[in-house]
């Protein structure tokens, strides 16, 4: 959690890493526990997957979608967990991939 950035964009429950961060005394227990529950059971509830697609206008005025952002506001522990993943799989990387398939990653 620590090494997610603090401006990233809110979660659909309005919440930004900030806020976990700052109130890591209180909040991190509850963290920990979600993540040991996903790792044992692997299963996600659906409340922490939920996800908003956001628009966000490049310029003035907006002719084509090129002239969008897309933003995906993710909640902070779907990142945790994901990177967390991330973190588990570059581990195990080498010996689930030839080397000389590498480039493909």
Not at 6 to 25: Q, V
Not at 45 to 55: F, N
Not at 77 to 97: C, D, F, G, R, T
């Amino acid at each position: 959690m620590f090494s997610i950035p603090n401006h990233k964009s809110l979660g659909p429950d309005g919440f930004s890493n900030d806020f976990s961060k700052t109130t890591w005394h209180s909040t991190g227990p509850i963290v920990c526990a979600v993540v040991r529950n996903f790792l044992k059971v692997g299963h996600m509830p659906l409340h922490l997957s939920a996800m908003k697609l956001m628009l966000l206008s490049k310029i003035a005025h907006l002719q084509n979608a090129s002239d969008y952002r897309l933003i995906l506001c993710c909640n902070v522990l779907y990142k945790v967990i994901s990177k967390l993943l991330s973190a588990l799989l570059k581990e195990v990387q080498p010996s689930l991939i030839n080397q000389s398939q590498g480039a493909f990653i």
